[in-house]
Structures are given as structure tokens and as C-alpha cells.
């Protein structure tokens, strides 16, 4: 059974002044609450300590909050509110027998706007445009100005702080990629009445009817034409001298989808591996980096890697990523950078969300709480880990209104540039 831990929390949720009750109370809620307070500074306190989370303030919040707990449902609420206090963006509050059948509150079908945003200086674009929002003539590079009549900075910020009270992430910069991606998502029916300046500073007013858009981020800013798939690994030749191959998650597979995306691109002089929006998975380290180890050598780095797979990938790597890059993405891009392969660029770090975890179990059996210990690779970031920080990359940038205006990616421009100068200097391993 899937987790409880809500995948969306709504304003309606929160502006709703209480919850409905769904069954019967069962256990006391308050005992639960204490315990869960002591327990999760004892088993998450070093992440507390090294996130500056004032564990004092949480347990007062949480503790008064308790008092007028009355169901099961709003037992869960709770419980979610206070796992999102970890900043754990893998932490769930898990069902037991008992509370099987407990669910969220309801909240309306989500659609989302067809488009996402990204910060550039001091701006937000339209990084991304498609379906409403392209056929509304919303155009990539535009500035959002205004949301709704408030400056798009005050609405962001109060976005933020209405999901992150019960959506846990790691880090601040992968709460604003998510206000700028996923949670642009609303109720199937909202308005949304944006003031915008297009690329060539003509201001600009749009009226958004949500209605069926998705809200996923694919990573690349602008689509790819001719991307050619073997599983989650997108992979072409953007020109005989540049491979490109965007992994968009990491599952057990990986080692050998590369080795069908190697076999088309692997002629490049210079690859990009584009990890933006990789929604993480699991798989062998060793085995994926060894694809790109030369045949007859060794990487040593933290681990020492060696060459495998039919096609071994020889030449420079540029890594891309974002605060859309998550959990093993962040390993898997991580390992390119910590152990010296490849020159990493991103627009942010990645999200800061690879952590060892635990389960706690509650008095009242009516619940379980899973969340982050330690982080992962705690020898990355000079012996930091990755947990509530990301893979920082060499050189962050922004994306630029004028690139995307005209139908180009500044990260996959970048990349190329790199790649035609390749800065050795920054990257140990050096390639053939």
C-alpha cells in the first residue's frame, strides 16, 4: 500500500478550519505526538543540527496542535505537518493494519498550468511553455511579473510556505523548483491572471483556465527532436562531434540502458549527460560509471571504477542538473563530478535529497514514521554528504530570456561550449 504522506496539499485543505471526521479516535494522539517529538531528534539529530531546525519551536507547534486532535485523519495531518518540519524530502508518515484504510482529506483533481518558470537574476521566466499556456501565446522567456495581482515574487513565497507545511523537502532551492514546477499545479477549473514582459519587453496580460495540463517536469527546458529511448534514457547526436543522452530516472536497468544509448552517441568527441528532473531509483555505481571508464583503464576516486560494458565511453562529459534531480539522480550525477570524470554545471544544485532512513513506530500502532538518518555519499561536498545540500556543481548559471526566447537551452548551449574547451584543469580524470 502506497504511502499516506499526501502528494499534493490543497489552500482549500488548509482554509477548510477543520477537518471532517472519518472514523472514531483510536489511541491517544497527544502520547503519539510526544513520542514522535523525543524520537525523531534522537534518530534525525545530527540532520536537525546540520539543517539549523529549531526543534524547540516544532515541539511547541506540534504539541499544542495535538491537543485538539480528534480522529485518526487528523492524526495523519498532524503527522505529516510534523515530518515536514525535517526538511526529509523522503519522509512519509506509513499506515498500519489499524489505519489501512485512513486516507487524506479530499482534495479537488489537479491540473497544471502548461508551463513551468525558472529564476534568472532577479526575474522569474517562462522557462518551459505548452498546451494552455502555449495557446494562450505564452511564450518561453517571457518575465512573469504578477501573479494574481501580487508581485510574483510575494505569490512564490507564499506558495513555498503554504505546500512546505506539509510537503517535506530537503532544501529551500528544491522547495522553489517545485513552486516553479509542480506546485504551479491547482484545482481543475482556477484562474490564474498573470502580468507578464515579453523577451522584448512588451508587457503582456494572460488569463489561464486550468484544465488538463500536466505538471511533471521533463527536465531540458525545450524539447529534444529525435531523441532516441531505451527505457528511462533519452539519447542523439546533436552533431557529429556532441553526444547527447538525458537520464531521466535510475532504476536497476540503468548500466544497460546507457550501453543502447553509448552504442548510437558514443562516436562523439563530447557527451552530455543531462540528469535535470531525474526522479531517482536504484541501481549498481560501479556498473553505470564504468560505461564511462575506457577500456583498459581505472577510475579512482572514492571508489575505484573499472571499465565496463561493450561500448566504454572515452571522451569529455559535461553533467547537467537541478533542484528537480533527486536521490540516486543525485548520486548518479554526484559520482561525475566527487570522483573527477566530468565538468558538472545546473542552475541551482541538485536537491539535496540522499539520505539513509529509518522507521519509527508509534505507540498507538496506529502509524509509522520513515525518515532520514544520515546522508548519503557522506564523503561528497568535502565530507558534508548530499543530504540538505545537493551535488553543488563547477559553475551554476541561470537560464537567459533571450536563449529561451529564441528556442535554445543555456544549459545544453553551455554544455557544448565546455565541451569545445574543455576545462581539464577542474576535472582530474583526463580523458582520451
Not at 512546505?164 to 509542480?182: K, M, P
Not at 571508489?303 to 539522480?329: F, K, M, N, Q, W
Not at 554545471?345 to 532512513?357: F, L, N
Request: aromatic residues 8%; proline residues 6%.
Amino acid at each position: 500500500m502506497p504511502s499516506l504522506a499526501p502528494k499534493w496539499f490543497l489552500s482549500a485543505v488548509l482554509c477548510a478550519g477543520t477537518l471532517a471526521p472519518w472514523a472514531p479516535a483510536q489511541g491517544d494522539y497527544a502520547k503519539d505526538a510526544a513520542f514522535a517529538l523525543e524520537a525523531l531528534e534522537r534518530e534525525c539529530g545530527a540532520l536537525i543540527v546540520a539543517k539549523g531546525i529549531d526543534w524547540k519551536a516544532v515541539a511547541k507547534e506540534i504539541g499544542a496542535a495535538a491537543k485538539d486532535v480528534k480522529t485518526d485523519q487528523e492524526h495523519l495531518v498532524l503527522l505529516t505537518r510534523l515530518l515536514a518540519r525535517l526538511q526529509d524530502g523522503h519522509c512519509e508518515v506509513r499506515p498500519t493494519e489499524k489505519t489501512k484504510d485512513v486516507r487524506w482529506p479530499d482534495a479537488p483533481e489537479l491540473a497544471g498550468p502548461g508551463m513551468f518558470w525558472c529564476r534568472s537574476g532577479k526575474k522569474i521566466l517562462i522557462k518551459t511553455a505548452f498546451g494552455d499556456a502555449a495557446a494562450a501565446g505564452i511564450e518561453p522567456g517571457t518575465e512573469v511579473v504578477k501573479v494574481d495581482g501580487k508581485p510574483v515574487a510575494a505569490w512564490l513565497d507564499a506558495r513555498i510556505a503554504l505546500m512546505r507545511d506539509t510537503q517535506s523537502c530537503s532544501t529551500d532551492h528544491q522547495a522553489f523548483f517545485r513552486a516553479t514546477h509542480q506546485w504551479l499545479a491547482m484545482p481543475k477549473g482556477t484562474r490564474l491572471d498573470l502580468e507578464l514582459k515579453t523577451a522584448a519587453g512588451k508587457p503582456q496580460k494572460r488569463t489561464l483556465t486550468y484544465d488538463r495540463g500536466s505538471y511533471v517536469p521533463w527536465g531540458p527546458a525545450l524539447a529534444i527532436d529525435g531523441l532516441e529511448s531505451s527505457g528511462d534514457v533519452h539519447f542523439k547526436l546533436l552533431d557529429p562531434r556532441t553526444g547527447y543522452v538525458q537520464v531521466r530516472r535510475c532504476k536497476e536497468e540503468l548500466p544497460e540502458q546507457i550501453d543502447a544509448a553509448l552504442a548510437k552517441v558514443g562516436s562523439a568527441k563530447g557527451l552530455i549527460l543531462d540528469f535535470r528532473a531525474n526522479g531517482g531509483g536504484g541501481f549498481d555505481h560501479e556498473a553505470f560509471l564504468g560505461r564511462f571508464v575506457p577500456a583498459g583503464l581505472k577510475l579512482v576516486g572514492q571508489l575505484t571504477y573499472e571499465s565496463r560494458g561493450p561500448h566504454p565511453y572515452a571522451g569529455p562529459i559535461v553533467v547537467i542538473v537541478d533542484a528537480g534531480t533527486v536521490s540516486a539522480g543525485e548520486t548518479a550525477s554526484g559520482i561525475f563530478k566527487e570522483d573527477g570524470r566530468a565538468y558538472m554545471i545546473g542552475e541551482s544544485p541538485t536537491a539535496g535529497m540522499s539520505s539513509q532512513k529509518t522507521t519509527i513506530e508509534l505507540p498507538s500502532g496506529l502509524f509509522s514514521l520513515y525518515v532520514s538518518t544520515h546522508s548519503n555519499k557522506r564523503a561528497f561536498n568535502g565530507g558534508r554528504g548530499i543530504e540538505g545540500l545537493g551535488v553543488i556543481p563547477h559553475e551554476v548559471l541561470a537560464y537567459e530570456a533571450q536563449d529561451l526566447a529564441q528556442g535554445v537551452d543555456t544549459l545544453i548551449r553551455r554544455a557544448r561550449e565546455l565541451l569545445a574547451k574543455f576545462p581539464k584543469d577542474k576535472v582530474p580524470f583526463q580523458a582520451r
